[in-house]
């Protein structure tokens, strides 16, 4: 399995950083080893910090070093796979740290700077942090963290916050919470990449509480926040996009008796379940455990539950979709079989696509089956406006400010947007990513 990792881990060093610069298509590497194999992580901004000198025996790589060293070991071909793709989302680079000990291979995958440069905050970059097991191939989850990054350069546009777009991917162990070694480590290669984060996929939410407690104040959304975790008002905000959806659609914003596809009970789904059902709808579901339907029936007996198999739920004859799972999962094989209306949830990356011009492509093919969609991140950036909220107050950070912003935002982003390209003759999706891209590139 190739991995960027591999001459990092050979010639004992710890740093690699991509930077490419689309205006010129050039890229530019930077390797080095930054800190000794001994250091102890648990005393990071106690006795060393984020900008320290960490060992006397550093060693730096410019950019034909590196290229000459991932040639040496027969990489240079992979290395070149990397730059394309960052080629082709116009990304700002990435940003990997290696710990040897516990074998942690962390990547910030960084979209654009531009929004957050003059925020005045320590970060200039938001996006979660997510884990994948060893057995991940590290090139899909590169892509699915440059498209996650990308996302949320243009989700923060949606959310109307500074700061610019990024996702963090972790190759490593399950987390152990207790050892502060590691914990500490985390919190450090955070703060070196100058954003602020929320625990994802695979990451227990305590994580942000305890990153609070020992180390850094750019986690959030730990279950000690003064708002709560981000689940609940992510799945609010996909809540009243959908009913305006609805209204675009000539009807009136009920729910009431619609027939809804919902798949994923994870920190969203739980919740956008319970919006739907008490609209009363009749709701096909699916979850990666079965415990999890069994939970949700029982938490709502009297409602029309139909639990589906998760191999099924695309094929439910539903008038909505909502997704609540991991992403990729509309592809151009299984669009001609949809039988949805409408495809609206909180997922991130709902189209299977490496590149923006792939996601538009799709987006057109579900438009000719006449299936509502726009950009899930145009819709589902309560999430991040939450942790906006707490990262910017702190402890005077309240839920209702979060709702009442994202009531006063959201909404509107959708009605507009679904206005204007239907009178524009494009997909909604084609629409927002117009409207990003000439905030961020200039285009």
């Known amino acids: 399995m190739s991995s960027l990792f591999t001459p990092l881990k050979k010639e004992g060093l710890t740093t690699l950083k991509i930077q490419y610069d689309f205006r010129t298509d050039q890229a530019r590497y930077y390797a080095a080893k930054e800190w000794a194999p001994d250091l102890d992580f648990s005393n990071y901004n106690k ?76 970060a200039t970059l938001a996006g979660g942090i997510r884990r994948h097991g060893f057995e991940d191939e590290e090139l899909d989850v590169i892509i699915d963290g440059l498209n996650l990054g990308r996302a949320m350069s243009f989700k923060n546009i949606a959310a109307g916050i500074n700061f610019g777009g990024c996702k963090t991917t972790v190759h490593m162990a399950p987390l152990d919470l207790e050892n502060l070694d590691l914990m500490g480590f985390l919190a450090f290669a955070i703060d070196r990449c100058r954003t602020m984060t929320g625990p994802d996929m695979n990451f227990p939410t305590e994580m942000a509480d305890v990153m609070n ?37 000539g009807q009136d914003g009920s729910l009431k008796g619609k027939t ?20 009363d709808v009749k709701l096909f579901v699916t979850a990666r455990s079965e415990d999890s339907v069994k939970k949700l029936m029982a938490a709502y007996p009297d409602k029309d539950i139909t639990p589906v198999r998760p191999d099924e739920i695309l094929k439910v004859d539903a008038e909505i979709f909502c997704p609540c799972a991991i992403g990729g999962i509309i592809t151009e094989e299984n669009i001609p079989d949809l039988k949805f209306k409408i495809i609206w949830g909180p997922a991130n990356n709902q189209l299977r696509a490496s590149s923006q011009e792939e996601e538009i492509r799709l987006a057109k093919l579900l438009a000719e089956r006449g299936i509502l969609f726009q950009a899930e991140w145009w819709h589902n950036a309560a ?61």
């Open 213 to 249: 407690k020992h180390f850094s104040a750019q986690y959030t959304g730990g279950p000690s926040s003064p708002i709560g975790e981000t689940g609940k008002p992510t799945a609010y905000g996909i809540y009243i996009t959908l009913k305006e959806a609805l209204k675009f659609l």
């Open 383 to 443: 999430g991040v406006i939450c942790g906006a909220e707490h990262y910017l107050y702190g402890e005077a950070a309240r839920l209702e400010n979060v709702n009442k912003k994202s009531d006063a935002i959201l909404p509107k982003n959708t009605r507009e947007n679904l206005t204007q390209a239907k009178a524009l003759g494009v997909t909604p999706t084609e629409r927002v990513y117009s409207i990003c891209q000439k905030l961020i590139y200039g285009d």
């Open 260 to 279: 809804v596809a919902l798949q994923g009970l994870g920190a969203v789904g739980w919740y956008m379940a319970g919006h739907l059902l008490d609209e």
């Open 47 to 122: 006795t060393f910090y984020a900008e320290s000198l960490l060992t006397e025996d550093a060693r730096y790589l410019n950019s034909g070093e590196v290229l000459a060293l991932y040639k040496k070991e027969r990489l240079d071909g992979y290395l070149a796979q990397v730059v394309d793709l960052l080629r082709q989302g116009k990304h700002f680079g990435m940003e990997c740290y290696y710990h040897d000990k516990y074998n942690i291979r962390f990547m910030c995958n960084q979209h654009s700077r531009k929004l957050g440069l003059n925020n005045l905050y320590h």
